[in-house]
């Protein structure tokens, strides 16, 4: 039974998307009584948003969905400075012209998951470089702050003299924070927001906007935190071998996107049911339950369900269809993922080993040999044992095309142009 009485609450509580609030009374009780703002932000790195940044536009929607507010918050002035939460180096800078059109692929994933609209609960979309290019900071920042390293700063005895004090130190590698701090105050200004909301990894950077707020403007803002998503066995959401696992279909197909979620681990199941589905809690606590070959039907309802959400009920249903008559009859199916390959190249013989690295289905020759040691690749459901093996016309199939699988789960085709 939970121990909050908003539903917004309730609702992310009950489906495991928790994990720190800086003040669970006050976010509980103001959910319970009107509307509340809240938003999450996004900078515009690459072209689309992948499986990692999922948990959180879902935090917007469980917000819209229970009666609040959400604003999506495009980092189009952050993301020239680039976060360096938990990064091992500096993000590369991308131009004005880079950044605006990943805006363009990112925005379009939202529509899929919030209403917009004038209404007191559709969801808004707005640019911190709305006003962060008022400030005439970021220029600055980008132009000079890139050529001195904290490295060498705290290298500094009257560095060293002021951390030994324990006193306050500020310089331009910690702008981001100042940056995320003062979005937060500003969408509180303009639209009465109170709440933010991101990965466990913003933490710090929430904390300094609710304090900036308190010290700036004596607003009471809030901050919660679901937690960074790795699956059991420790792996980071959102990456693969083969690389991310992105949202937009024209950077990852509908199949890749469906098989993604059908390849989940066991003990992930009912986790995953919980945060990325919306089947209720009943039928949840059903499907993980099921054990053997049957805990593979609950996969199999995990990779709809999760695929509907993204890319419609249809798609999600012609992929799992896909999936069925490649897996369970051994067929080729034209909705497998498809690799053009010339006719010469064929013609002239493609080695086995290349075949696969350009199918995407291993990451190098010595993966795809291993691979063949072991048994786990097959060329039209035809065991592979000679890694000398040359495809060429010959192993062309009546419907055009040479079909490459690694394991039972993964294939891919190789089409002659």
């Known amino acids: 039974m939970s121990q909050f009485k908003s539903e917004f609450l309730k609702v992310m509580d009950e489906r495991g998307f928790l994990n720190q609030c800086s003040d669970y009374a006050l976010l509980d009780e103001r959910a319970g009584k009107g509307i509340v703002t809240g938003y999450i932000g996004f900078d515009a790195t690459a072209a689309s948003l992948h499986v990692g940044h999922l948990i959180q536009i879902l935090m917007l929607r469980q917000l819209q969905r229970t ?5 999506v918050l495009m980092g189009g002035g952050t993301t020239r400075v680039g976060d360096p939460s938990f990064k091992d180096s500096a993000r590369p800078l991308l131009t004005d012209e880079q950044i605006d059109a990943n805006l363009a692929g990112i925005k379009e994933v939202f529509k899929k998951f919030l209403t917009f609209g004038d209404g007191p609960t559709d969801a808004i979309m707005v640019n911190n ?37 324990e006193q306050s130190f500020s310089f331009l590698e910690f702008n981001y924070m100042i940056l995320q701090a003062y979005d937060f105050v500003e969408l509180n200004r303009r639209y009465g927001c109170d709440l933010q909301m991101g990965g466990s990894d913003q933490w710090g950077n929430i ?20 937690n960074l998503l790795t699956t059991s066995s420790g792996q980071k959401m959102g990456k693969t071998a083969q690389g991310a696992v992105w949202l937009n279909e024209d950077m990852l197909s509908v199949y890749d996107y469906w098989q993604f979620w059908r390849n989940t681990e066991d003990a992930d199941v009912g986790r995953f049911l919980k945060l990325f589905t919306d089947l209720p809690l009943e039928e949840v606590t059903r499907l993980e339950a099921l054990e053997g070959a049957e805990l593979n039907d609950a996969k ?15 798609a999600a249903e012609k992929a799992a269809e896909t999936a069925r008559v490649a897996f369970e009859q051994g067929a080729i199916s034209a909705d ?9 190249e064929l013609d002239a013989g493609i080695g086995v080993l290349s075949a696969f690295v350009t199918a995407g289905l291993c990451a190098s020759n010595g993966e ?3 691979q063949i040691k072991g048994g786990g ?3 039209n459901d035809e065991q592979v044992k000679d890694e000398k093996l040359s495809l060429t016309r010959e192993h062309v199939t009546g419907d055009g095309v040479v079909k490459l699988s690694l394991g039972k789960k993964k294939h891919v085709l190789l089409k002659p142009v």
């Open 300 to 314: 199999k309802i995990l990779a709809t369900e999760a695929t509907a959400m993204v890319h419609g009920r249809e």
């Open 368 to 370: 795809a040999r291993r």
């Open 336 to 344: 497998l993922p498809t690799v053009e390959v010339p006719a010469a």
């Open 207 to 226: 904390i300094n906007g609710i304090e900036l707020g308190r010290r700036t403007q004596d607003s009471e803002l809030v901050g919660l935190t679901t």
């Open 129 to 165: 470089r709305d006003w962060l290019d008022e400030l005439h900071y970021i220029d600055f920042l980008r132009d000079y702050g890139r050529h001195f390293s904290v490295n060498r700063m705290l290298s500094f005895d009257s560095v060293k003299l002021r951390l030994e004090r």
């Open 67 to 71: 009666g609040h507010k959400p604003i």
């Open 377 to 379: 690749l097959r060329v």
